[in-house]
């Protein structure tokens, strides 16, 4: 078997997808590929979809008024973009969210900056209550495309232990 797809038949393979709890090993750090570049159109429809109406996401006069000079990315679209790249790699098999802490915004964004992002495995237990799942927790830090550090949150989930998930097999 290769890593992302298991083998069904004779030289047939099903595309697999993210990770049981088993495989997570604390220290492990995951770089979630592609990149991904922010359009001015992205940010514009996520501040509106959220109503989000503070016009410095989107008002170019009123940005151009303060020490940015132009519009910033809204920071809930930068943190749902950095989850999102990380989705395949460490949520893809979760049963639930259960919870975000210490987001902090560290840098601003602007459109047409691309995000990078990596998540390192900071914790992992086995489920108290529920035999047949555990409790992750990743650290995972948001990169533009100088490196710079522009987001970083850790994220807690509870995830699938392997042939016990709804994709199971």
């Known amino acids: 078997m290769r890593r992302g797809a298991i083998e069904v038949g004779p030289q047939r393979y099903r595309e697999s997808y993210g990770r049981a709890f088993e495989e997570f090993v604390v220290g492990d750090v995951y ?5 991904r570049t922010i359009s001015e159109a992205d940010n514009v429809w996520f501040t509106l979809l ?11 006069v009123y940005a151009a008024k303060t020490e940015f000079k132009r519009p910033l990315v809204n920071s809930a679209l930068t943190v749902a973009i950095l ?13 639930a969210n ?6 902090r915004m560290t840098a601003p964004v602007f459109a047409g900056d691309t995000l990078y ?5 900071v914790e992992k237990r ?10 992750v927790t990743i650290s995972t830090t948001g990169r533009n ?6 987001c970083d949150f850790l994220r807690t989930m509870l995830i699938w232990k392997q042939g016990f998930g709804p994709g199971d097999e």
């Not at 109503?51 to 410095?56: E, I, R, S, V, Y």
Request: charged share 20%; no cysteine.
């Open 145 to 150: 495309q100088h490196g710079v550090v522009v």
């Open 83 to 95: 989850v999102g790249m990380s989705v395949s790699d460490v949520s893809q098999k979760a049963v």
């Open 50 to 60: 959220t109503m989000n109406t503070h016009p410095l996401h989107f008002d170019h």
């Open 31 to 35: 770089e979630h590929r592609p990149g």
């Open 98 to 103: 259960l919870g975000w802490k210490d987001i």
């Open 126 to 135: 086995a489920s108290k209550s529920r035999p047949e799942q555990g409790v």
């Open 117 to 121: 992002a990596e998540s390192e495995v």
